[in-house]
């Protein structure tokens, strides 16, 4: 291995697998029969002939976005200087009209996290501090539906949080009911569904609610004194979160604390003026919401010199990592879940899930070296359909 590997080639393969869940036309994920779908590989090789790979969706970083924004940044440059490429591939988005995402910036970032563990021989959680070897897991819920046995009444989400706690989860998180939902939203469902999840679990699983997001302020209020007479450990995205006031106003008369942002448009910046604003008490990142390891690393950093909790949005080989790689942010978000769904099933394009449960409910941190995802490069090759 030489000191200085430079980067040699950038390169995305689409590719056909399989999933059992599917989108509805908010977005939303829901349990789905077993069907073909396209997922993309993204991967970087640099001089030493050591690879780093990330996945990531078909569409996010699309040819011209990967040539443009990323491939003629990276090439020939040094690749271990993460904190500079990721510096001038994030300043190239304001020109890109909202074409180069973080999601997609975030990919790049953690393939070259990737190429870095693997050329060292050394797992990122490790290479980032290496805090902690496992974390605790809550499980979080798939949104809810109109499936019959599924996550369809307060009854529903009462049983299946039961079957959770027996599962070993030590924690668990709702995502109640949002649109196209034919009764949704509606701040009393949720409230049924939160009151049937406590009575179910008993009063010391600590309980979080994701709710509707664009409730008005009144109803987030409402809703967020129900979560409190039930004894919930954190309230996350009941309104628009581009509004922080409407999230300090908020947060000024709830004692429970409200999380956030997951979604808000602003990496690091905006996680500061929510801070500083008082619109949280519990700041959230994630490597997707972000723009991969480098700013998520930064957010933690931020919300521990503020004395504030840092929880972790999503899961995935880049938001393990960071939580091994430091001691904050209490638990692994597991998910989503529902009575009808295997999460637990291995994907044909993997050899195994990055994030298997224990007994105790905790997550163990990768022993590989790089992220740690156990990709299967024979199916992966063997499923590719277009290259770039
Ligand atoms: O709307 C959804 O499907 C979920 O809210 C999803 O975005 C999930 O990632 C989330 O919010 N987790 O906290
Ligand atoms: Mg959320």
Redesign the pocket.
């Known amino acids: 291995m030489s000191m200085t590997a430079v980067i040699e080639s950038v390169t995305v393969s689409v590719f056909r697998t399989v999933s059992k869940t599917s989108r509805d036309s908010d ?3 829901h349990p789905g029969e077993a069907h073909e779908v396209r997922q993309a590989l993204l991967r970087i090789t640099d001089s030493d002939g050591a690879t780093g790979y990330s996945l990531t969706s078909a569409d996010q970083l699309r040819e011209p976005i990967l040539a443009g924004h990323v491939r003629n940044h990276l090439l020939g440059q040094d690749a271990s200087r993460r904190e500079r490429l990721w510096q001038t591939m994030a300043q190239t988005q304001r020109g890109s009209g909202g074409g180069f995402t973080d999601r997609a910036l975030g990919t790049v970032d953690m393939a070259l996290w990737d190429l870095e563990g693997r050329r060292l021989g050394m797992p990122v959680w490790k290479l980032l501090g290496g805090g902690r070897t496992k974390v605790p897991a809550y499980a ?1 819920t ?2 809810g539906d109109e499936i019959p046995g599924g996550l369809a009444t307060p009854e529903d989400y009462g049983a299946f949080a039961a079957q959770l706690v027996e599962r070993g989860y030590s924690a668990i ?1 709702l ?1 109640t009911w ?1 649109p196209p939902v034919s009764f949704a939203p509606d701040t009393g469902m949720d409230a049924k569904a939160c009151a049937a999840v406590r009575e179910a679990v008993g009063p010391d699983v600590p309980l979080m609610l ?1 709710a509707n997001h664009w409730y008005t302020r009144l109803e987030a209020l409402a809703l967020g004194r129900s979560l409190e007479k039930l004894g919930y450990y954190w309230y ?2 009941p309104m628009e979160e581009a509004s922080v006031q409407s999230y300090k106003w908020l947060a000024d008369q709830l004692d429970i604390p409200v999380i956030g942002p ?1 979604t808000a448009w602003g990496k690091g910046y905006a996680r500061a003026e929510w801070i500083v604003a008082g619109a949280c008490d519990i700041v959230r990142a994630g490597v997707g919401d972000l723009g991969g390891i480098t700013p998520t690393m930064k957010v933690v950093h931020l919300a521990e010199a503020f004395n504030m909790e840092c929880e972790i ?2 899961g995935g080989a880049g938001n393990l990592a960071v939580l091994g790689g430091t001691i904050f942010g209490r638990w692994y ?1 597991r998910g ?1 879940l529902h009575p009808h769904y295997d999460y637990d099933e291995v994907p044909p394009h993997l050899n195994s899930r990055i994030d298997d449960l224990d007994a105790e409910g905790f997550v163990h941190m990768p022993t590989l070296p790089g992220l740690g995802e156990d990709l299967n490069l024979d199916y992966i090759e063997e499923n590719t359909i277009a290259s770039w």
Request: glycine residues 12%; proline residues 0%.
């Open positions: 977005g939303h994920t979080s798939m949104c998180k995502h949002m994701d996350e995205e997951e949005h999503g978000e989503l």
